[in-house]
């Protein structure tokens, strides 16, 4: 799904210590083959190593970038559509495939590595933030100790790696004990064995980059540099704390300037990572994007992008939307570049031969070729990630197979208004009701919702359980539930900045919760496309001199994902995490003989 607001507020002191005290007591060969060069071995072989011993190489080297992104903290497969690929098949039609899990992602990157001595992994960010249960916990400790047993060499920022803030990122990449947790287990965490890069994010105080701009990677006289960048809208879907102190520049300046500088370095072959992506115009993570008919292959940020960054880099590894593609775009010169993204949850990987020219130091461009990869749970589990996450397992599992709730069926969290959108909107409310009475509505962020509540057990708890390791996977940010005062006109205003503003290009729909109801034009646009008069508070219109007490989660409240009339809200109450709201409303709404229905989500009128 696209990421159009992935990120909020730093998690969970207050959670995890509750939750922690609770559990106190218990513990393919996917190489592809270069095209032939004039000079080379044949296509798909290491050519250096063609007949030759290691210190007398050929003029030609394929070098092998195994890539993925967006792994969000993914150590179990995930479940429902968050767990399944589309695969194109000859004949045109189309069928799902599940995937990801990192027992099986480590085997077929293992798998994928063989043979291939000439081999990198890199990363385009977001591989931590809203992570389920078993690595949120634990603030990603065991997704960054997983990715250190992919034996993967780099990765780019996203935006999710600074939800908890800088301070965290960098405890991240370094290690040591969480400063209000401490530590989980009797070995102290030791970090990232691999760089994070953080090309255009600087420190406001030192004016240079929070973190290493690129990194280089050498074997045998062989040179590819690597720079990372996040996407320059980063503070726009993140929470104010969490890029206290930080810039943001523009990604491909970013990205020249220091390609200019490998450049002069004597490093000529460059790949950018850049966790800012676009949307190809097929589903299938095997379309082919480049085939005549095939329209523009990617739109979407990354397109701008890769029209406008140097032709001194010869590849873009990408991430954000979660979408899958492996396309080229012509760079600035013309020049076709190869511009990939792996989809999300660690569900696919890609593989990309990059032809090293070692008389030229650069990248033959027209070897190039990519492909993606599903990573298929029909292959060998990989013992040592088995090992990882039943560690991990066993501290969280007393906390996470708790039984919350019952559903009468899968609460699904796609549409403009979601099922499961109305469920937390409603959730909030009645939590805010604890607080004050006089609470009229609340409002939900849809990218705060980042997973299905599905009826089908995923354990042992049995089908129409929601455990809370199911609903932490569901909200796993520790956003407050906040109270704040708005007049009518304001609340209009923010509804319409739903459509206009900052979402006028790709509108984020706030979920509603019930006796709030409207109209969404859309065959008009901008702002108009909320119709005014429609808009109606248990069957009355909104007043706009009149004042409503709304509820929100903090990340709103402090006028993130392009609303910042809901930062301008007064006499602010601020209560527990929406979590504590969601697990009150299902514990208090169902039963299992009375399970909780899905709502209808009929909240909004939608014309088109």
């Known amino acids: 799904m696209p990421a159009t607001s ?19 007591g218990v513990l393919t060969a996917g190489a592809l083959a270069a095209a032939a060069l004039p000079g080379s071995a044949n296509a798909g072989e290491n050519h250096g190593d063609k007949g030759k011993p290691h210190g007398h190489p050929g003029r030609y080297q394929d070098v092998q970038l195994l890539s993925f992104n967006d792994l969000h903290g993914n150590l179990e497969p995930p479940t429902g559509s968050s767990g399944r690929v589309t695969e194109l098949q000859p004949d045109g039609t189309t069928k799902t495939v ?79 004990c969480h400063p209000v947790d401490g530590c989980y287990t009797d070995k102290k965490f030791k970090g990232a064995d691999f760089p994070y890069l953080a090309a255009n994010v600087l420190d406001d105080r030192t004016k240079k980059p929070l973190l290493k701009p690129y990194w280089v990677w050498k074997k ?18 993140v929470s104010a704390e969490g890029v206290q102190g930080l ?58 992008i890769a029209k406008n960054v140097s032709p001194q880099v010869d590849a873009l590894v990408t991430g954000h939307t979660h979408a899958a593609y492996a396309c080229t775009i012509p760079d600035p010169a013309g020049k076709p570049r190869t511009v990939t993204s792996a989809a999300s949850f ?42 990882l996450i039943d560690q991990w397992n066993t501290l969280a599992a007393p906390i996470g197979n708790r039984p919350i709730g019952y559903i009468s ?33 609340a409002l939900m962020n849809p990218g705060g919702i980042r997973a299905p509540l599905t009826h089908a057990a995923s354990g042992g708890e049995g ?37 206009s503003g900052a979402n006028a290009a790709a509108p984020k729909i706030l979920q509603i919760s019930s006796g709030l109801t409207y109209t969404l034009d859309l065959t008009k646009s901008g702002a108009d496309r909320v119709v005014t008069d429609s808009i109606l508070l248990d069957g009355s219109p909104i007043d706009p001199s009149a004042t409503y007490r709304v509820a929100t989660n903090s990340f709103l409240a402090g006028g993130g994902d392009g609303f910042p009339t809901l930062g301008e809200g007064t006499d602010d109450l601020v209560g527990e995490d929406d979590l504590t709201a969601l697990e009150q409303y299902l514990t208090a709404n169902s039963s299992a003989t009375t399970p909780l229905a899905p709502p209808a989500a009929d909240r909004i009128t939608i014309v088109q």
């Open 409 to 441: 069926g899968d609460i699904v969290k796609d549409g403009t208004e979601s099922p499961l959108g109305d469920l937390i909107a409603d959730a909030q409310l009645a939590y805010g009701r604890t607080l004050d009475a006089e609470t009229d509505l």
């Open 346 to 387: 660690g569900r696919l990987y890609t593989d990309t031969t990059l032809t090293y020219d070692r008389w030229t130091g650069d990248i033959a461009r027209t070897a190039v070729k990519s492909a993606n990869h599903v990573v298929t749970r029909d292959v060998r589990k990989a013992p040592d990630m088995t090992r």
């Open 247 to 304: 810039s943001f520049k523009d990604e491909v300046e970013t990205i020249n300037k220091y390609a200019r500088e490998l450049q002069r370095q004597g490093v000529k072959s460059v790949v950018a990572l850049i966790h800012e992506g676009g949307f190809p115009a097929s589903s299938s993570y095997n379309y082919d994007c480049d085939s005549p008919g095939a329209g523009d292959g990617i739109s979407g940020p990354i397109a701008d």
């Open 6 to 24: 992935p990120a909020h507020q730093p998690r969970r002191s207050r959670r995890t210590n509750r939750l922690l005290a609770t559990a106190a």
């Open 98 to 176: 599940d995937a990801g899990g990192v027992e099986y992602l480590a085997t077929h990157l293992r798998e994928a590595r063989e043979g291939n001595r000439y081999s990198v992994t890199a990363a385009g960010g977001d591989m931590v933030g809203a992570s389920p249960l078993l690595s949120g916990l634990f603030h990603d400790e065991p997704t960054i100790e997983a990715l250190n047993k992919l034996d993967l060499d780099v990765s780019s920022v996203g935006n999710h790696e600074f939800d908890e803030g800088a301070r965290e990122l960098a405890r991240l990449q370094n290690g040591g």
């Open 220 to 237: 045998n006289g062989v040179k590819v540099g690597f720079i990372g960048v996040t996407l320059e809208g980063t503070p726009d879907i």
């Open 463 to 499: 089908d129409g359980v929601v455990t809370f390791a199911e609903a932490f996977t569901v909200q796993p940010f520790a956003n407050t539930v906040n109270l704040q005062d708005f007049t009518g006109a304001q609340l209009i205003q923010a509804l319409k900045e739903q459509v």
